[in-house]
């Protein structure tokens, strides 16, 4: 009996191990045809094309194009050590490039607060209009509720750019103790046992949750293409304005779409971290910052820099 059982678990496993073969090699396939026939998931005049752009963007097969194309890219990085490096300076200047532009979404915040404030309390005006030629003209509660968006913008995208700025708190337990070659084993491990898959879980679950807030017949996780496809022919954007006040803010599907950057810039950034983390252990402790673009606080504000 525990030999059948044994016997089952290793088939099992190989079978499992055959299927992630099987759809690395179905990778290259799959990206070449989306490439050459852009038409059937871009041309969203055809509602077709845009049920097969939501099937696909939280696919298997996506996945595994992602994932192949990391394992290329590392491949390409592991022979050619500046191309690896190439990658990590791209990756975190990204990173560094939109959570610096986001983070003036708080000062934004900041100035609206107080324009609000004076509005109510000084003027006693139930309403307020920005712009030029045809102004944005909504209640002051609209302007307050969207204050949260603002909000959402600096956490969602600058947590990659406060990553690469040492700014996120760490429990440290043990890895300040540890050699430098040990931690960067452990930042190497965090980067694929954390990041990644909590990234990965993050896009799933929420590339579904903004669609379904976009467009109806609502798309499900668990809808083949076929059916997808098939609910296509009733297909009509409803993109979600429903406010949680009578005159409140009513664009809460840009939350959703906010989380998707958000999976998507983690996951890109725990690439980044795993290939500097491997690089720093190859290369020794004299590569630790190397290529590192962080901000400053100015002469004599070193102490204070990347602390957390």
């Known amino acids: 009996m525990q030999e059948e059982s044994g016997a089952s678990a290793i088939g099992a496993l190989f079978d499992g191990l055959w299927w992630v073969i099987q759809n690395i090699g179905l990778a290259f396939y799959n990206f070449g045809y989306a490439v ?8 969203w005049s055809d509602k077709a094309s845009i049920m097969r752009f939501v099937y696909y963007g939280g696919s298997v097969e996506f996945f ?26 791209g990756f975190e200047g990204f990173a560094n490039t939109v959570g610096r532009f986001f983070a003036w979404a708080g000062l934004l915040m900041v100035f609206q607060q107080i324009i609000i404030v004076f509005m109510q ?19 002051i509660s609209w302007f307050a509720e969207e204050l949260k968006l603002y909000n959402a913008m600096v956490v969602c995208l600058c947590a990659t750019y406060t990553f690469v700025q040492g700014g996120h708190v760490r429990v440290d337990l043990v ?9 960067r084993v452990v930042d190497m491990l965090g980067s694929l046992l954390f990041m990644m898959p909590m990234a990965v879980l993050v896009w799933m679950y ?31 954007w409803n993109v979600e304005t429903i406010g949680f006040s009578p005159n409140g803010f009513n ?31 190859i290369e020794g402790e004299e590569s630790i910052g190397k290529h590192l673009d962080k901000d400053s606080l100015g002469e004599g504000e070193e102490a204070y820099e990347g602390t957390h």
């Open 36 to 43: 050459t026939h852009p038409q059937l998931w871009l041309d």
């Open 64 to 89: 595994f194009v992602i994932f192949t194309l990391f394992l290329v890219l590392t491949a390409v990085g592991l022979y050619f050590r500046g191309f690896m490096w190439g990658m990590v300076r």
């Open 121 to 139: 309390r000084v003027f006693a005006r139930p309403d307020m209009s920005f712009g030029f030629g045809i102004p944005l003209q909504m209640d």
């Open 175 to 183: 890895y300040s103790g540890i050699s430098h070659r040990a931690k």
């Open 206 to 236: 929420g590339w579904y949750f903004m669609w379904r807030h976009l467009i109806v017949p609502k798309p499900s996780a668990s809808d083949t293409l076929e059916r997808l496809v098939m609910k296509s022919r009733a297909l009509r």
């Open 251 to 281: 664009g809460y599907f840009l939350f959703k779409i906010l989380l998707i950057g958000f999976a998507a810039m983690v996951f890109i950034h725990a690439v980044a971290f795993f290939y500097r983390s491997f690089l720093e252990f």
